[in-house]
Structures are given as structure tokens and as C-alpha cells.
């Protein structure tokens, strides 16, 4: 027996089919129909497309069966980067889409994507210079030389810091923002 299905309706107004237990894996979904209950009507989900809210799916429906999330402490989560490898497959997109995959799943409250779409960023900052983070997403540095040294010498209790429980080691990364944040 199939699992009952609902009708999400994406920011661009497609209705998209997709079973209940599929659904679900979106506690803000879960939460919802626990607290609404079914009504048949569309559910508007108006911050996702229908690419992204079809790569949502996607990934919900292949991971369906996984047990749910242990919550903010687990350590295995915290601790890696590692990616298994049908995720590495699914999140090889363009930026554009990876990123709006990491908003969808945090709008949409999916612990495990949220947390595989922000594994791959680390991955793909992992190693790299401040120059090359900034060429990989885009960056433009608005700093003058100047600048830069100034806050280099300010920060220079840091380019020996290594966090080991942030998701990935930070080792001698600068990138400039903006001074007015």
C-alpha cells in the first residue's frame, strides 16, 4: 500500500505531487499536517521553485527511510565533512542551485540536507586561500592592500587558530568583509 500523497505548489505556482512520508522528512511539513491536519488543498511552499522544490524531493524521497535526525549534538554531524557518496552525486550542481537547495532545506527545516548542502561548501572552501575562496564564489575584494594589511595585523592571533569543532579546520583564512558588518 502507497503512502497518501499531497500537493506541494512551488513559488512559481507548479503543483507537484509527492507521498506523505516523503513530505515528512520536512519537520516544517510533519509539523504542520501534526498540527492542521490533511486539508486536500495545495500546500504553498512560496520561497522554493519548482527546480529546486523537485531536487527537494529528490533527495527526501531517497532518504526516506533514513532514521530521523538526533538533533543539534550530534558529533558525527558536527565533526565531518565527509559525504557519502550518492549526496556528493546528488549535490554536484551549479552554485546557484546548491545554494538555493541549502536555503530551500533550511526554510523547509530538513536537517540532513541543510547539513549536506553545507558540507559541500566546506568542502569546497577546505584548503584553499582567501584569494581562491573568492574566485570559487565570486568575491570581489573592495579592500585596498593597505587595507588588507591593516587587518591582517589586527587578526594575527588567528592565522594559527584551528577550531576542531567547527565543521572544517580553519587554518590561516582570510576573507575581508565589508567593515561596516
Not at 512560496?46 to 558529533?75: M, R
Not at 569546497?124 to 587595507?147: A, H, L, V
Request: glycine fraction near 4%.
Amino acid at each position: 500500500m502507497s503512502s497518501p500523497t499531497l500537493i506541494f505548489t512551488s513559488s512559481d505556482g507548479v503543483d507537484i505531487t509527492v507521498d506523505r512520508d516523503v513530505a515528512e522528512r520536512s519537520l516544517l511539513i510533519k509539523n504542520m499536517l501534526e498540527d492542521l491536519g490533511e486539508t486536500g488543498e495545495p500546500i504553498p511552499i512560496p520561497n522554493v521553485n519548482e527546480a529546486v522544490l523537485k531536487k527537494v524531493i529528490e533527495w527526501c524521497t531517497h532518504h526516506k527511510n533514513d532514521p530521523p535526525s538526533t538533533g543539534d549534538d550530534d558529533d558525527s554531524r558536527r565533526k565531518t565533512t565527509d559525504i557519502d557518496e550518492w549526496d556528493q552525486k546528488f549535490m554536484q550542481v551549479d552554485q546557484e542551485m546548491l545554494f538555493e537547495i541549502i536555503l530551500a532545506a533550511n526554510y523547509l527545516d530538513i536537517k540532513g540536507l541543510l547539513d549536506v548542502g553545507c558540507k559541500t561548501v566546506a568542502n569546497m572552501i577546505k584548503g584553499k586561500s582567501p584569494e581562491e575562496i573568492r574566485k570559487t564564489f565570486n568575491i570581489q575584494n573592495d579592500f585596498t592592500p593597505e587595507e588588507e594589511d591593516q587587518i591582517r595585523r589586527e587578526n594575527e592571533w588567528a592565522e594559527e587558530y584551528v577550531h576542531e569543532d567547527s565543521l572544517f579546520s580553519i587554518h590561516a583564512v582570510y576573507v575581508p568583509l565589508p567593515l561596516e558588518c
